[in-house]
Nanobody
Framework: VQLQASGGGLVQSGGSLRLSCEASGSIIRINGIGWYRQAPGKQRDMVAVITSSGTTNYADSVKGRFTISRDNAKNTVYLQMNNLRPEDTAVYYC??????????WGQGTLVTVSS
């Protein structure tokens, strides 16, 4: 499956963005789909994930500000990011985990939050 991420951009501190990640195949029978991010000079960290049952998990740093959701009919997962902070600046990558297969990654989308 291929993943196409979009929605990144430049926003002021306190602003909002919505990232989208469209998969080329079904996202129903999967282990999970979500987002990681990588800031310059830092490791890639998990941001949010949603499982096939709808269970969500967030990094502590984004809880209460970010919301992950999915539209199975559109094979798309979304990341609504509110109250953005400069430390949220990073390249955001979507990924998908399928049974018995390695994770697949999309290309990144850059989010820049100015202070």
């Amino acid at each position: 499956v291929q993943l196409q991420a979009s929605g990144g951009g430049l926003v002021q501190s306190g602003g909002s963005l919505r990232l989208s990640c469209e998969a080329s195949g079904s996202i129903i029978r999967i282990n999970g789909i979500g987002w990681y991010r990588q800031a310059p000079g830092k490791q890639r960290d998990m941001v949010a994930v949603i499982t096939s049952s709808g269970t969500t998990n967030y990094a502590d740093s984004v809880k209460g500000r970010f919301t992950i959701s999915r539209d199975n009919a559109k094979n798309t997962v979304y990341l609504q990011m509110n109250n953005l902070r400069p430390e949220d600046t990073a390249v955001y990558y979507c990924y998908i985990m399928r049974p018995s297969l390695p994770a697949s990654w999309g290309q990144g989308t850059l989010v820049t939050v100015s202070s």
